[in-house]
């Protein structure tokens, strides 16, 4: 492909996804682009505007960014390796798109030397604060992932030397960012010069049998797609082989050879709603047969990212075990395209269902509602560490202070003797005062001297962190207890004054055991020395000694408080469903509005009352509900009607079980199945664990009657652990 081809293939790309972009910039940023890196030559040989290029491709293809995003890729490189400055870049595109570049470039500044994983951790984190708008990182990872495809023009030393950083700092980021295929890509690339025999040795044994695995692929995948039909849940199913590294990983982590090596493959079925992906995970148990201890519900439990799935592995026929993986399409999204799919939900207006989990990325999108295609992650500003700042020793480890650290702070991170005798800073080679803040990527160095004369009292109200504060408490607690007791007693009295007490009135003995036992101090001296340092407040201590005084003195009038009966609780109302549908006949009543109480939720059979609420129509309860008990009746015995089952009921009716169980793996497990063995949809699964060590698991189902419902609590009783299989009212 020539240049020109590229770039057209580029806007072509572009196009399909986003017709209104600003085509005649995207143009002109590569022309520009072309004129500064022209005759620079790649390692292949080829000219360098290829690489440019290629990652806007990657921005385009892969992540559907805005023209802002498109151009500043194809301009990334110019302010690190031409002429061109950020005014340049300002003045001939605009200024966002010169930060861009900008915050590229200083990415690819940092220096990362092989450090333990807190180190590691600590980088990524510094990489993602540092990039501000979220598309620095993006274009980035982009720019990394071509590096990477076209990493064997390299030198040895320095394929491994990126590989390294590629698997510790990209890849993670990567999938924190959510987005899987990237991530994968990025491993195998990686492992490819990091382990190449290894790398080799799995990719010629899966071509091998490649014939062989993907009849393997295709017959399971028409298998659990014939039966899934057959019970008319709505489905889309397909298999793969898992990619090279992840087999990689599980070789080695499990020393195994690859015909060993368990869930090679991976199939992933994907639904409508979340309680079809548990009636799936059911009929893929009734299928085959499950592998026990592997099975992982991050649908309950959704992974730090926001990934949702059920994991399981179960036995194939041939006696190949792989990896079902379920989840609705909403999940798949944001696991395939993570902070972009989040976005699109945005957008569409749907999907916003899953209030609260994502909160970070959430933040990040507040301003974006109602924006057009154009402002795809226009001006998503990174703030998921806007609370920290990251910065370097001098040696190149990396600290990681609360945002707005000063000095101060980073002495006291590194050892509180060097916060004691600091007597001077330097940040990036230069000499700053104490107060001075601190900012990403920042180099730090404190200046310690054996004479100096330990902190200020001024440093407590400069320092951030509240470990910096707290170790200068400690000294001054330590060193000047006398002056701490003399400073602490005067500001004490002052403020007792203020307050309108005398200190006879605290020293009274009647009364200072009472007052010391509110401060939580043993002696008035012990809080005095407190107060000097600052460990604790005047102000403080005075209000909690007055609050006690006032209360010495009410208590001899102490009145007992007389409480007014409870009101007898109305039945909680819920949701009024059409009165015709539901198979209720209410007696002396024709076409009144009926509903079910959510709190014991009827199914045919039940014996059942009903209730005329409020404006809601008439609720009806199991006549064993507790909100039903003739004793919630006094006053308003009129309301109660007698109702019964009609013969025209409903299909199903929603329901609630209650499961008590003692916690084991592969109880979930083991519950759909059971529930899947008797037809029952699931809707929703709940499990919290008692303070006795047990767990209940709420089960929300639709049952046709009290037979299928007999039969199911039976399933669940005969199931091992399970202790109590009870139908929540009340
Ligand atoms: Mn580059």
């Given at each position: 492909m020539?240049?020109?081809?590229?770039?057209?293939?580029?806007?072509?790309?572009?196009?399909?996804?986003n017709?209104?972009?600003?085509?005649?910039?995207?143009?002109?940023?590569?022309?520009?682009?072309?004129?500064?890196?022209?005759?620079?030559?790649?390692?292949?040989?080829?000219?360098?505007?290829?690489?440019?290029l290629?990652?806007a491709?990657i921005?385009?293809?892969?992540?559907?960014?805005d023209?802002?995003?498109?151009?500043?890729?194809?301009?990334?490189?110019?302010?690190?390796?031409?002429?061109?400055?950020h005014?340049?870049?300002?003045?001939?595109?605009s200024?966002?798109?010169?930060d861009?570049v900008?915050?590229?470039?200083?990415?690819?500044r940092?220096?990362?030397?092989?450090?333990?994983?807190?180190?590691?951790?600590?980088?990524?984190?510094?990489?993602?604060?540092?990039?501000?708008?979220?598309?620095?990182?993006?274009?980035?990872?982009?720019?990394?992932?071509h590096?990477?495809r076209?990493?064997?023009?390299?030198?040895?030393?320095?394929q491994?030397?990126?590989?390294?950083?590629?698997?510790?700092?990209?890849?993670?980021?990567?999938?924190?960012?959510?987005?899987?295929?990237?991530?994968?890509?990025?491993?195998d690339?990686?492992?490819?010069?990091?382990d190449?025999?290894?790398?080799?040795e799995?990719?010629?044994?899966?071509?091998a049998?490649?014939?062989?695995?993907?009849?393997?692929l295709?017959?399971?995948?028409?298998?659990?797609?014939?039966?899934?039909?057959?019970?008319?849940?709505?489905?889309?199913?397909?298999?793969?082989?898992k990619?090279?590294?992840?087999?990689?990983?599980?070789?080695?982590?499990?020393?195994?050879?690859?015909?060993?090596?368990?869930d090679?493959?991976?199939?992933?079925?994907?639904?409508?709603?979340?309680?079809?992906c548990?009636?799936?995970?059911g009929?893929?148990?009734?299928?085959?047969?499950?592998?026990?201890?592997?099975?992982?519900?991050?649908?309950?439990?959704?992974?730090?990212?926001?990934y949702?799935?059920?994991?399981?592995?179960?036995?194939?026929?041939?006696?190949?075990?792989?990896?079902?993986?379920?989840?609705?399409?909403?999940?798949?999204?944001?696991?395939e395209?993570?902070?972009?799919?989040?976005?699109?939900?945005k957008?569409?207006?749907?999907?916003?269902?899953?209030?609260?989990k994502?909160?970070?990325?959430?933040?990040?999108?507040?301003?974006?509602?109602?924006?057009d295609?154009e402002?795809?992650?226009?001006?998503?500003?990174?703030?998921?560490?806007?609370?920290?700042?990251?910065?370097?020793?001098?040696?190149?480890?990396?600290?990681?202070?609360?945002?707005?650290?000063?000095p101060?702070?980073?002495?006291?991170a590194?050892?509180?003797?060097?916060?004691?005798?600091?007597?001077?800073?330097?940040?990036?080679?230069?000499?700053?005062?104490?107060?001075?803040?601190?900012?990403?990527?920042?180099i730090?160095?404190?200046m310690?001297?054996?004479?100096?004369?330990?902190?200020?009292?001024?440093?407590?109200?400069i320092?951030?962190?509240?470990?910096?504060?707290?170790?200068?408490?400690q000294?001054?607690?330590k060193?000047?207890?006398?002056?701490?007791?003399?400073?602490?007693?005067?500001?004490?009295?002052?403020?007792?004054?203020?307050?309108?007490?005398?200190?006879?009135?605290v020293?009274?003995?009647?009364?200072?055991?009472?007052?010391?036992?509110k401060?939580?101090?043993?002696?008035?001296?012990?809080?005095?020395?407190a107060?000097?340092?600052?460990?604790f407040?005047a102000?403080?201590a005075?209000?909690?000694?007055?609050?006690?005084?006032?209360?010495?003195?009410?208590?001899?009038?102490?009145?007992?408080?007389?409480?007014?009966?409870?009101?007898?609780?109305?039945?909680?109302?819920s949701?009024?469903?059409s009165?015709?549908?539901?198979?209720?006949?209410?007696?002396?009543?024709?076409?009144?509005?009926?509903?079910?109480?959510?709190?014991?939720?009827?199914?045919?059979?039940?014996?059942?009352?009903g209730?005329?609420?409020?404006?809601?129509g008439?609720?009806v309860?199991?006549?064993d509900?507790?909100?039903?008990?003739?004793?919630?009746?006094?006053?308003?015995?009129?309301?109660?009607?007698?109702?019964?089952?009609?013969?025209?009921?409903?299909?199903?009716?929603?329901?609630?079980?209650?499961?008590?169980?003692?916690?084991?793996?592969?109880?979930?497990?083991?519950?759909?199945?059971?529930?899947?063995?008797?037809?029952?949809?699931?809707?929703?699964?709940?499990?919290?664990?008692?303070?006795?060590?047990?767990?209940?698991?709420?089960?929300?189902?639709?049952?046709?009657?009290?037979?299928?419902?007999?039969?199911?609590?039976?399933k669940?009783?005969?199931i091992?652990?399970?202790?109590?299989?009870?139908r929540?009212?009340?």
């Amino acid at each position: 492909m020539t240049v020109q081809e590229q770039y057209e293939l580029l806007e072509k790309t572009v196009r399909a996804y986003n017709p209104a972009a600003d085509f005649d910039h995207i143009r002109e940023a590569f022309a520009y682009a072309d004129r500064c890196h022209q005759g620079q030559k790649r390692k292949s040989g080829e000219p360098y505007i290829i690489h440019p290029l290629a990652v806007a491709q990657i921005v385009a293809e892969e992540l559907k960014l805005d023209s802002e995003s498109i151009e500043a890729a194809l301009l990334h490189d110019v302010i690190e390796d031409t002429p061109a400055t950020h005014e340049d870049v300002a003045r001939m595109f605009s200024p966002t798109i010169a930060d861009l570049v900008e915050g590229v470039s200083k990415l690819t500044r940092i220096q990362y030397a092989t450090k333990e994983d807190e180190q590691m951790e600590n980088l990524r984190k510094m990489l993602i604060a540092m990039s501000k708008d979220i598309r620095v990182i993006l274009i980035k990872v982009s720019d990394r992932l071509h590096n990477m495809r076209t990493m064997e023009y390299q030198s040895p030393e320095k394929q491994k030397q990126k590989s390294l950083e590629t698997m510790e700092i990209y890849a993670p980021i990567s999938h924190r960012l959510g987005m899987q295929r990237i991530k994968w890509e990025l491993e195998d690339l990686s492992l490819k010069y990091l382990d190449p025999v290894g790398y080799e040795e799995i990719i010629s044994r899966l071509d091998a049998k490649k014939t062989e695995y993907d009849a393997f692929l295709l017959r399971t995948q028409t298998q659990i797609d014939d039966r899934l039909n057959e019970l008319a849940i709505k489905h889309m199913v397909y298999g793969r082989i898992k990619h090279p590294y992840s087999i990689y990983r599980k070789m080695f982590n499990q020393q195994k050879s690859l015909d060993e090596i368990f869930d090679l493959f991976a199939f992933r079925v994907l639904v409508d709603t979340m309680g079809d992906c548990y009636n799936v995970l059911g009929v893929i148990h009734d299928i085959y047969k499950p592998i026990p201890g592997r099975f992982k519900d991050y649908i309950g439990t959704e992974k730090p990212n926001g990934y949702q799935s059920l994991h399981t592995t179960v036995m194939g026929p041939d006696g190949l075990p792989f990896e079902v993986q379920i989840r609705t399409w909403k999940m798949h999204e944001i696991a395939e395209y993570g902070v972009a799919a989040h976005w699109k939900y945005k957008q569409h207006g749907q999907g916003a269902g899953t209030e609260g989990k994502y909160e970070w990325v959430r933040r990040l999108l507040e301003n974006q509602e109602g924006a057009d295609a154009e402002e795809y992650i226009h001006s998503l500003k990174v703030d998921m560490f806007a609370d920290e700042v990251f910065v370097f020793t001098p040696n190149g480890d990396v600290q990681n202070l609360p945002a707005g650290a000063t000095p101060i702070d980073f002495a006291y991170a590194i050892h509180s003797a060097v916060g004691n005798r600091m007597v001077g800073a330097k940040v990036n080679n230069r000499i700053v005062t104490f107060d001075h803040i601190l900012k990403n990527g920042d180099i730090v160095e404190i200046m310690t001297s054996k004479s100096a004369k330990g902190p200020s009292r001024d440093w407590m109200k400069i320092a951030k962190s509240s470990e910096a504060r707290s170790k200068i408490r400690q000294w001054f607690k330590k060193e000047k207890r006398e002056e701490n007791i003399a400073n602490g007693r005067s500001s004490f009295e002052q403020e007792l004054k203020h307050a309108g007490l005398v200190m006879k009135d605290v020293t009274d003995p009647e009364n200072l055991p009472h007052l010391l036992k509110k401060v939580s101090y043993g002696t008035l001296e012990e809080m005095y020395a407190a107060i000097g340092y600052g460990g604790f407040t005047a102000q403080k201590a005075v209000s909690r000694m007055k609050g006690e005084l006032l209360r010495i003195s009410r208590q001899h009038q102490a009145e007992e408080l007389t409480l007014k009966p409870e009101e007898p609780p109305i039945p909680v109302p819920s949701r009024p469903v059409s009165k015709s549908e539901q198979g209720i006949i209410v007696e002396g009543l024709d076409n009144c509005l009926v509903k079910f109480s959510r709190c014991c939720t009827p199914v045919p059979g039940d014996e059942i009352v009903g209730f005329i609420t409020r404006g809601y129509g008439v609720s009806v309860h199991r006549a064993d509900c507790p909100n039903a008990a003739p004793e919630r009746r006094t006053g308003q015995e009129g309301r109660w009607l007698k109702v019964t089952w009609g013969s025209d009921t409903n299909e199903s009716y929603p329901t609630t079980i209650d499961v008590v169980c003692k916690d084991r793996m592969n109880l979930i497990l083991d519950i759909s199945t059971a529930l899947s063995s008797t037809n029952t949809f699931v809707s929703g699964l709940n499990s919290r664990s008692t303070e006795d060590g047990f767990a209940v698991i709420r089960l929300e189902i639709r049952v046709r009657d009290g037979a299928q419902m007999k039969a199911i609590m039976n399933k669940l009783n005969q199931i091992s652990g399970v202790l109590r299989v009870t139908r929540p009212a009340g």
